[in-house]
């Protein structure tokens, strides 16, 4: 009989070695009669002619060791040895290998592992041809169940000398299988920086959702007993979807580094941004109400400071210019209502004053300006208008 190579051909091969072993008991019976009646006729031809056989001489036997041999009434066989110890001779060695394969697809068979790759076994096996005491010589089916077959359906492993010695001995295979594992592909995160923000600033712009994957992996297992486990690779089945997230950028370390985000003075619209515009530079940015009218709504202080101005100018009408320490002066203008006063200090979402129209305004709207060491820069970099 071939060796198996895969587990289909392995439940045929199971089958094929119970009928051999079926038709093994029928084989017994006909060379238990056939031994049986050799033997018969051998005792009666040797005790005849003992002793014409002491009498020849040496040479004509050939061998020493034959002689020796047969004055012991020893046979020519295979010896079977298992982890070193004597299991049992066998007439030839194709009995005890083909014993030996049914055994070990039996053992693979009864073992909880799929996608079998191959397997061994794990005893240290040694067949030796040598001369032995005809008691010890197995036929086949005694010879399966010194190796632990109970019968065609049961099978213990557990291994026992023909010669009754005790021996600790259990067949054992090594099991090489493939696996897989289903798992979760973490997404990454990209960052988009932008100079329109200070350092610090972060916003999830897109969210990232995890990617499934199938790892594959290779296994030895010592009969049912997983010993090794080796990654081997990943198949993506679903790519997973990076995170966006917008990041501030701009060089806080001057000047705003304790400013952080401003908070917002009033919860607007901007109707008009910072920079360069029809009627000249515009250095700051104007907050009008997201609906209705924002006029008279309470203006607040968008962070901690010492109000160095509070009074009307002709362009900007009632204004506050707060201090806001590290260079940082912030000034609220077009005001219907001041509400501080110079040398005040503030803490951030103090009311200031209300929103009006007063000093160059077509209408009513909060006039909002920063200046960063004396320089107007543009309040959406430091002002978050959620806040
Ligand atoms: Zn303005």
Known sequence: ???????????????????????????????????????????????????????????????????????????????????????????NKETIDSALDILLNAKVASLPITNITSYRLRNDVIIEEGEFNPQYIADEATLYKLLGMENEYSFTFVVKSITGEAIDCKLSAEVKATGTKTVEIPYDTDYV?????????????????????????????????????????????????????????????????????????????????????????????DIIAISGSCYGHDVYAAMNGTVIQACYSSGLGNNVKIDNGNGIIITYAHLSKILVTKGQTVKTGDVVGQIGATGRATGPHLHFSVEDHGKSVNPLLYLDLDK
């Open 1 to 91: 009989m071939k060796f198996p190579s895969t587990l289909s051909s392995l439940v045929e091969y199971k089958q094929k070695a119970i009928t051999a072993f079926r038709n093994s008991h029928f084989r017994n019976l006909v060379i238990s009669v056939l031994v049986f009646s050799l033997l018969f006729t051998g005792v009666l031809v040797f005790s005849g002619n003992h002793s014409d056989l002491a009498d020849q001489d040496v040479s004509i036997y050939g061998q020493e060791a034959a002689i020796t041999a047969q004055a012991n009434n020893l046979v020519s066989a295979y010896g079977l040895y298992i982890d070193g110890s004597f299991i049992a001779a066998a007439e």
């Open 193 to 285: 920086d932008t100079d329109l923000r200070v350092a610090g600033y972060e916003k999830v712009v897109t969210a990232g959702a995890n990617g499934v994957g199938i790892e594959n992996y290779a296994y030895v297992y010592h009969d049912d007993v997983l010993v090794e486990e080796t990654y081997l690779s990943t198949e993506v089945i679903e790519k997973p979807t990076n995170e966006i997230v917008e990041r501030g950028a701009l060089n806080a370390d001057k000047t705003v580094n304790s400013l952080g985000i401003l908070a917002s003075p009033y919860h607007g619209r901007i109707s008009s941004g910072y920079g360069y515009r029809e009627d000249g530079f515009h250095d700051g940015i």
